[in-house]
């Protein structure tokens, strides 16, 4: 139910009566009591247009209004009219449906999301944090609207890089239980092979070898190789595991995948004449990209060494997935340092017509992740901080919390409750920014249960909930009436209709900040109304009322922390 959309096309009808052509309402939500529950802020555009007075238009706008006991109307300054919302109109859309129920979508697209997408060489850090947790929620969102999400882990399991971890782990290890005990520890395994590399000329050059042998397809090396990327995928998939990312080993689409469509895409471009030589390299040179005096940047699609750069592979994987994957739309939720280099792909892709007009392309750019003193997140030495120990540490500090807080749950729940608080408080805290700026990782604010946080918002859920427990209430009958016969049920019953409005808002430009503020609105109204409206010592009537709004509630705050990959629990 979206009473957004249900004002839309009543004003809209209103305005073409009016005489308005082409009529746009602008149906917003008031950002002040005193202005109602929305507002029309079209009748002073389409004023303007017609050359006559705003107000005049509005009145003769709500004139043509049908006739209703849905809303109260007000026109305001210049041209504005403000609506209120009835009380029975409310109870009225809710008893039409579920506010968080999924949409019906008869037209759903094919999207491709490329998100998390790390290099296999090593083990994942808190720099993956980001793409992971933002993608999830995108391909979460996009499947809840009835889209088909098609989930690309873009993972880097080919390069020059594995001619040295190969060489190493050929080395240190002469059989498969030597070679599970040395990659154990991926990160220090490629530390240690990328120190030998630089220090060792002699291991240097056999590490270069072993790239030639393994792009030449050597049997030995390639089972090697696979051995080394299972393990990395397994690494991996312990990361997405813990941190309630629905991406599986089933999702990944490699680097490797693309090798063979290479040449063949060289040789295409060459054929459409979109290839230059530029220092021994084969480039595009598109004139939307330029340098310094002017001068054009090269897209470069072959090395002069025959090698291929990251933008070949790009330029391949996107072919495939508008060929194979008929792919509508394609998302990259990559940071905003690959700005260039996307822009790039997708003009050099439509140059030479690997993918059509109709087919779509966002670039959802995201910052860094900053220490709480707004230093690179980094360890002592400077390495890369692994993205598990930040996962652990939030679990631990979540259990610590609840020591002090719970003292009547079960050791298993005390362990399974502080395992969802602690990943979800992360999550949150990610998706509550704007996506575009770098955050500070602060785990005093993220883990309070106070405030825009996962705990205070799972903490109204579960309040919710020993509501149900207290009452001895497993489930209401779903034609219980609503009353709304104070503020604070109003306010709450509204903001629960207006959850696809934030769902729509968050598809705009995918800003997951919209949504959690959307929850952390809807928690705060509800703990208004748990303060100032009795519920279980009320007549037997307003308690199933206000029990089956808080339900509403309770399913919705479900609903949209499931959308942004967090869990629920039934008591803290």
């Known amino acids: 139910m979206d009473i957004k959309h249900l004002l839309t096309q009543t004003f809209h009808q209103a305005m073409l009566a009016a005489g308005v052509e082409d009529p746009n309402p602008v149906i917003r939500q008031s950002q002040r009591p005193e202005f109602g529950h929305y507002q029309a802020n079209g009748v002073m555009g389409a004023a303007k247009r017609m050359q006559t007075n705003p107000r005049a238009l509005a009145d003769l706008i709500?004139?043509?209004?049908?006739?209703?006991?849905?809303?109260?109307?007000?026109?305001?300054?210049?041209?504005?009219?403000n609506i209120t919302l009835t009380p029975a109109f409310v109870s009225q859309l809710i008893a039409n449906g579920d506010p968080a129920e999924k949409p019906d979508n008869t037209a759903p697209r094919r999207v491709v999301v490329d998100y998390s997408s790390p290099n296999l060489a090593k083990e994942m850090h808190i720099g993956h944090l980001?793409?992971?947790?933002?993608?999830?929620?995108?391909?979460?969102?996009?499947?809840?609207?009835?889209?088909?999400?098609?989930?690309?882990?873009?993972?880097?399991?080919?390069?020059?890089?594995?001619?040295?971890?190969?060489?190493?782990?050929?080395?240190?290890?002469?059989?498969?239980t030597a070679q599970t005990a040395e990659l154990a520890d991926l990160e220090k395994f490629y530390q240690r092979a990328s120190q030998k590399f630089k220090n060792d000329t002699g291991f240097a050059e056999k590490a270069r070898g072993y790239v030639v042998r393994l792009q030449s397809g050597d049997p030995a090396l390639k089972k090697l190789w696979e051995v080394f990327i299972q393990t990395s995928m397994d690494h991996g998939q312990n990361?997405?595991?813990?941190?309630?990312?629905?991406?599986?080993?089933?999702?990944a689409m490699p680097e490797s995948r693309y090798n063979s469509d290479l040449l063949p895409l060289v040789s295409d471009l060459t054929e459409k004449g979109l290839l230059e030589k530029s220092e021994g390299a084969l480039c595009v040179f598109l004139d939307e990209f330029k340098g310094k005096q002017d001068r054009p940047l090269p897209a470069m699609v072959q090395k002069s060494d025959g090698g291929f750069p990251y933008l070949a592979t790009d330029l391949a994987a996107l072919r495939y997935r508008h060929h194979e994957l008929k792919a509508d739309e394609v998302l990259y939720v990559v940071g905003a340092s690959q700005q260039l280099h996307l822009r790039q792909v997708i003009a050099v892709a439509r140059a030479a017509s690997f993918i059509p007009e109709t087919l779509t392309t966002k670039h959802l750019a995201f910052g860094l992740v900053l220490k709480a003193d707004g230093t690179p997140f980094k360890t002592r030495d400077g390495a890369?901080?692994?993205?598990?120990?930040v996962l652990n540490e939030a679990i631990d500090r979540a259990r610590d919390l609840l020591q002090q807080r719970s003292q009547d749950l079960t050791p298993s729940e005390h362990e399974a409750i502080a395992k969802v608080i602690g990943i979800g408080a992360i999550k949150y805290a990610e998706l509550q920014k704007n996506r575009t700026t770098d955050y500070m990782f602060d785990w005093a604010?993220?883990?309070?249960?106070?405030?825009?946080?996962?705990?205070?918002?799972?903490?109204?859920?579960?309040?919710?909930?020993?509501?149900?427990?207290?009452?001895?209430?497993?489930?209401?009958?779903?034609?219980?009436?609503?009353?709304?016969?104070?503020?604070?049920?109003?306010?709450?019953?509204?903001?629960?209709?207006?959850?696809?409005?934030?769902?729509?808002?968050?598809?705009?430009?995918?800003?997951?900040?919209?949504?959690?503020?959307?929850?952390?609105?809807?928690?705060?109204?509800?703990?208004?109304?748990?303060?100032?409206?009795?519920?279980?010592?009320?007549?037997?009537?307003?308690?199933?009322?206000?029990?089956?709004?808080?339900?509403?509630?309770?399913?919705?705050?479900?609903?949209?922390?499931?959308?942004?990959?967090?869990?629920?629990?039934?008591?803290?």
């Open 384 to 389: 890369d901080v692994k993205l598990i120990d």
């Open 62 to 81: 709500v004139k043509h209004l049908p006739a209703q006991d849905h809303y109260t109307l007000e026109i305001a300054g210049p041209g504005f009219i």
């Open 239 to 251: 990361v997405y595991d813990k941190l309630n990312i629905t991406l599986t080993q089933q999702d």
């Open 445 to 572: 604010t993220m883990l309070s249960f106070e405030g825009n946080t996962a705990p205070y918002l799972q903490y109204a859920y579960t309040r919710i909930r020993s509501l149900f427990r207290r009452a001895g209430i497993e489930r209401l009958d779903p034609a219980t009436p609503i009353l709304l016969t104070a503020p604070q049920e109003l306010a709450l019953a509204i903001k629960t209709l207006q959850f696809n409005e934030a769902i729509a808002n968050y598809l705009e430009d995918y800003q997951a900040n919209i949504l959690c503020n959307y929850l952390y609105e809807l928690a705060g109204l509800f703990m208004s109304f748990y303060e100032h409206c009795p519920i279980l010592t009320e007549t037997k009537t307003h308690q199933m009322s206000r029990l089956r709004l808080c339900d509403i509630t309770a399913r919705t705050l479900k609903t949209g922390l499931d959308l942004l990959g967090i869990d629920t629990v039934e008591r803290m």
């Open 130 to 176: 980001r793409s992971t947790v933002i993608g999830d929620t995108v391909v979460r969102v996009l499947e809840h609207i009835g889209q088909t999400a098609i989930r690309a882990n873009h993972v880097g399991d080919w390069g020059a890089q594995f001619g040295s971890l190969l060489a190493y782990l050929d080395e240190s290890s002469n059989n498969e």
